[in-house]
């Protein structure tokens, strides 16, 4: 078992890459009574073609099949697996992102029994015609809740304007349309060829024993027989550099227009610690030109652009990724033509120094040490992070180095025009109240 | 957990010391009665002390000095609890020890003094333009409910179901009211909260409890309070309409129910009642979820909530809009179910040990600590979860069915889109 201590944090992270190839992270919590573990596989709604495992053709699956395949890891020929969970005083929980699909629980007892319930109920797939058609009414409720979400199609709608070809433009859960088409047959080729302990990652964080745990978790992979491990071939397609759409509009009921302006990232293959300096250069660039200190938040608050829904935010991933500046807002086309203005200008001309840069860097060292209070956000932070080969500890000594001209590259990667993209929600009435 | 020590008639300040934390947590509670009027004018009150103050005379300088403050959170919330309505200032800084600079959490603390004593006044009102702002805000903040469809029909039923009572009043007010606030009427419900209103004052963190008092009781000139307003009358009257169907352009037909149970938070069932809840539809082994979601793949979220300051439970459901009738009956059917007795040994256990795990979790954030201390410290001054997890251990299944024989359904609110909206 390696072991890795954060010094200043006061913290110790303990892992193992086990022989089947399953990676386990065990991070103790001194003074917490929960313990939280995610059960996490590289493997989210843009995996949607690939070379099955042990297949040569490649195959491309329905839309929404990672998310749909999440549900059913949990009906069991025996039951549901919450029942399980709750007989054990653990809540469970499970999430699909883009790249990710995370089975959890949270507890403040018996945790072997619930690490072990965790452990085997994903690694034993039961799928049957008739448990999978069951679902179908259950998701398509889910859909149609978010399809009645402004917000959630006002996300969705920019990252369709910005990706042309990618996958992340399908919505996670797919359409009530696209699940039709999902079979057991299908499931069972998506949990094969993805849920390989090797293309999986098991955090654990709160109140353990890491010797004494990590033991355990060895002892209930040792008894299980996998495949060798082999890698995987995804497929995707080629994206072009330019947002797919400048500018779209969609008419839905909302109480005020609902405006996004998006920029595409120039640079979609970075990775570890190269990925992770330019994530961190960019969104402290963004903080200092759109957040509350910026002089573009001042006048947009002052002339009443915006209001206390206004977020920013830019985030990456291998392959995708989007800087988004957004607010309900009576003027979105004002709003729109101030935020690409703000960003023409640094272009421009640079505006920012080291007293700046000091003080966003301190203010996120701030937000970091305030979220390592929280066991959710070193997991699921973490796990992100590993499979996009970063190490969530490296934040502070990486934004310790940060110098200014790392922010003004950053930004000029997340900043060109034709990058740029804007979409807006507004009712069907001409006139706005 | 926490150690309390007065420093004024009607101010306490709670303080736990613990190094569970890498940030230390300040709560500042102002509490006064839940009217619609009172509501409108701290939400604005709220907006108007966080934005700027005679230190710091714009949003900018005052964000700045926060960033610099090692991005120290600092927010003014307004929120409502049974009939009360709170005026929360919330603070977290990161412990000094984490830090190669100190002398941190001295000028937070001063911060905080300056963001409640010491605003950003014109001739002795609020400056204008920033009350004006703030004032907007808020009728924007009410009208966005619409925007979410589950907020907003839960708002309609309350609003129909319980006019007047505090369960329907929101912790923002009403457009109306926030409207007839005027910059005067604002000065003087900031003096008033000041000087008369109920403040507790939590801090969480590895900081010493008579430091922290003897600072805030010689730095914050906190003064005696009179005597707090009588409590209101919070008897609930059945509503008008037992059925309300309304309309809006939407895809998903939401279901709310609302039912009087009628125990409160303060009566000795109430323990059983959080029980009967869980069963019938709190967690995901619950009845509601393993039938109506599970069984019938009727809906994706099914679940019961119980409000216990004034003894309402609600049921809410996302569904096909062509349903409505099925879902209440089947609903209505699982509560029958517990009515009668049936419940399984395994779902008392199951519910004990969550409602358990639930408590135990939440103590493990410095919010919750707080929160769950500021609701608790009404039952018992030295609360401890013992209290609670040892009074759910005792209860039967005989307890639960005979409270579930009181509880009453008094009201069905369905929203949907229309009839000729087309599907997809």
């Excluded at chain 1, 069951?134 to 399809?147: H, S």
């Excluded at chain 2, 049974?82 to 941190?104: A, P, R």
């Excluded at chain 2, 998903?252 to 125990?263: A, D, E, R, Y």
Aim: glycine fraction near 4%; proline fraction near 4%; charged fraction near 25%.
């Amino acid at each position: 078992m390696n072991k890795m201590e954060f010094n200043q944090l006061e913290e110790t992270l303990y892992h193992e890459q086990l022989p089947n190839g399953l990676t386990v992270y065990i991070l103790p919590k001194r003074g917490f009574s929960k313990t939280y573990a995610t059960f996490t596989t590289k493997y989210g709604s843009i995996d949607n073609h690939f070379v099955p495992l042990g297949e040569k053709q490649a195959v491309q699956v329905p839309d929404g099949i990672a998310h749909f395949l999440e549900h059913k890891m949990f009906e069991k020929e025996e039951g549901d697996i919450f029942q399980e969970f709750s007989k054990n005083g653990a809540s469970a929980n499970a999430f699909t992102s883009f790249t990710r699909t995370a089975y959890l629980f949270s507890a403040t007892g018996r945790i072997q029994e619930n690490v072990t319930t965790l452990l085997n109920f994903v690694q034993s797939p039961y799928f049957t015609e008739q448990t999978v058609e069951k679902e179908k009414g259950i998701i398509a409720q889910e859909i149609t809740m978010y399809d009645d979400q402004p917000d959630w199609r006002l996300y969705f709608g920019m990252i369709e304007n910005l990706y042309q070809n990618h996958p992340v433009k399908i919505d996670i859960a797919g359409t009530v349309e696209s699940i039709q088409h999902i079979t057991a047959e299908h499931l069972y080729t998506c949990y094969h060829t993805f849920y390989h302990p090797s293309n999986m990652a098991l955090f654990i964080v709160g109140n353990v024993e890491p010797d004494s745990m990590m033991q355990f978790v060895k002892d209930n992979q040792a008894a299980k027989t996998f495949d060798a491990p082999a890698p995987i071939e995804r497929i995707f397609p080629d994206e072009p550099k330019e947002a797919a759409v400048k500018e779209r509009t969609l008419e839905m009921a909302v109480q005020k227009p609902k405006v996004f302006v998006g920029v595409k990232p120039e640079r979609l293959d970075l990775h570890g610690p190269e990925m992770l300096k330019h994530e961190l250069s960019a969104q402290l660039a963004y903080e200092l030109l759109f957040g509350r200190t910026s002089n573009f938040y001042h006048e947009a608050y002052e002339n009443g652009w915006i209001d206390e829904s206004y977020s920013f935010d830019y985030s990456l991933e291998s392959g995708f990724g989007y800087a988004l500046i957004g607010t309900d807002t009576n003027h979105p086309e004002k709003f729109a033509e101030e935020v690409k203005k703000a960003i023409h200008q640094a272009v421009e001309k640079w505006p920012f120094g080291q007293e700046d840069l000091d003080r966003v860097r301190r203010k996120k060292i701030g937000f970091f040490m305030r979220a390592l209070n929280s066991p959710e956000y070193i997991a699921n932070q973490f796990t992100q992070y590993a499979f996009n080969g970063m190490n969530l500890f490296d934040v502070v000594p990486v934004l310790e180095q940060i110098e200014v001209a790392d922010l003004q590259n950053a930004f000029a990667l997340v900043s060109a025009e034709s990058q740029q993209s804007v979409f807006t929600i507004k009712s069907p009435e001409k006139e706005q109240a | 957990m926490f150690e309390t020590n007065k420093i004024a008639q009607g101010v306490h300040v709670h303080v736990h010391q613990t190094t569970q934390f890498k940030t230390i947590n300040f709560s500042i509670r102002f509490k006064d009665r839940l009217t619609v009027k009172n509501a409108s004018e701290r939400a604005i009150l709220a907006n108007v002390l966080q934005h700027s103050n005679e230190m710091y005379p714009s949003h900018t300088a005052l964000r700045m000095v926060l960033d610099d403050l090692y991005g120290t959170s600092l927010y003014i919330d307004s929120t409502k609890r049974g009939d009360d309505h709170i005026l929360n200032l919330n603070v977290e800084t990161v412990n000094d020890q984490y830090l190669s600079d100190e002398g941190v959490l001295e000028k937070v603390m001063n911060l905080m003094y300056i963001v409640l004593f010491k605003p950003n006044f014109e001739n002795e009102l609020f400056k204008e333009s920033i009350f004006k702002r703030e004032q907007e805000s808020i009728v924007q903040r009410i009208e966005s409910v619409f925007d979410d469809k589950t907020r907003y029909a839960q708002q309609r039923m309350m609003e129909l179901g319980l006019p007047g009572h505090p369960a329907s009043i929101t912790s923002n007010g009403s457009i109306e009211q926030v409207k007839q606030v005027t910059n005067e009427s604002l000065v003087a419900a900031y003096h008033h909260m000041l000087e008369n209103n109920e403040v507790e004052i939590y801090v969480v963190g590895d900081v010493s409890p008579e430091v922290i008092s003897a600072h805030i009781r010689d730095y914050f000139h906190f003064t005696d309070r009179k005597e707090l307003p009588e409590k209101m009358e919070t008897q609930l009257q059945p509503p008008e309409q037992s059925r309300v169907l309304e309309y809006e352009d939407m895809k998903q037909g939401k279901l709310h129910m609302m039912f009087f149970t009628p125990v409160t938070f303060r009566d000795e069932d109430f323990p059983v009642m959080q029980l009967m809840n869980g069963i019938f539809g709190g967690y995901a082994h619950s009845k509601l979820f393993a039938n109506i979601r599970e069984k019938e793949s009727m809906a994706y979220y099914v679940s019961s909530s119980y409000a216990s300051q004034f003894g309402l439970m609600f049921v809410l459901a996302g569904i096909d809009r062509k349903l409505e009738e099925k879902a209440v009956s089947l609903i209505l059917g699982q509560l029958d179910e517990i009515k009668q007795g049936h419940i399984t040994d395994t779902e008392l256990d199951q519910t004990k040990a969550l409602l358990t795990n639930q408590l135990k979790e939440a103590l493990d954030s410095a919010r919750g600590q707080i929160d769950i201390y500021d609701q608790y410290m009404e039952l018992s001054e030295d609360f401890e979860p013992a209290y609670l997890i040892e009074r759910w251990e005792s209860v039967t299944k005989e307890q639960i069915a005979q409270a579930a024989n009181n509880i009453s359904l008094q009201m069905t609110y369905f929203l949907s889109g229309k009839e000729e909206a087309k599907d997809e």
